[in-house]
């Protein structure tokens, strides 16, 4: 999850600068842009001994729905093509999560968001250790709309093994 709400992040700060004001009540806002984006990991953000090369790839569509007054009800983020890869330079080993599915906003009358995550959030195996890390199946949360991460779960069904992301336990398999 943290991959994606670091992701989400910086393509809400593309979105507010590309959608702007201008979108009719009527009709739904919609944004196309592909993401070809490296960054490095340290330590101190995975727990590993070593830094993780972040590589995320692939094509991102935002949907903005509004009410008659002109106001968002509803924002639907898909994915095509994206993934992610993490990769240890110094062993040149390298984990990829393939993303599916949409990532839906609802704003609250309480000024905090429901997200809801029906499909792939991340999902890490490797041959021998079968899955690493998984965020499968539906997850329904409240959260403030400048971090979204959890404040409270609402529901969550399907394989969620750390909704923090796949480190440190992914670490071995990358050394």
């Known amino acids: ?16 600068m590309l959608v702007g004001t201008s979108a009719r009540a009527d009709q739904p ?8 984006r490296t ?4 330590p101190s953000e995975t727990g590993c001994a070593f830094d993780i090369v972040r590589h995320v790839e692939g094509t991102f569509y935002v ?9 968002v009800t509803r924002e639907v983020w898909l994915v095509s093509n994206y993934t992610v890869t993490d990769t240890n330079p110094l062993t040149g080993k390298s984990l990829t999560s393939r993303l ?6 609802t704003p609250n009358a ?6 809801t995550i029906p499909g792939n ?5 490797a041959p021998g250790e079968g899955v ?7 997850i329904i949360f409240t959260a403030d709309p400048a971090e979204l991460t959890p404040l409270s779960i609402l529901a969550i069904h399907g394989l969620y093994t750390d909704l923090d992301g796949p480190y440190p336990e992914s670490c071995p398999v990358l050394s």
Request: hydrophobic residues 45%; charged residues 20%.
């Open 1 to 16: 999850m943290r991959s994606r709400i670091a992701t989400v992040l910086l393509v809400t700060a593309a979105m507010t």
């Open 100 to 105: 599916a599915g949409p990532f839906i906003i």
């Open 63 to 71: 949907t903005d729905f509004y009410d008659s007054s002109g106001s």
């Open 29 to 36: 806002g919609k944004v196309k842009f592909d993401v070809d």
């Open 39 to 42: 960054r490095t990991l340290s």
């Open 132 to 138: 690493l890390w998984s965020n499968v199946g539906l």
């Open 121 to 125: 959030d991340g999902h890490l195996t």
């Open 110 to 115: 309480d000024g905090t968001v429901t997200v």
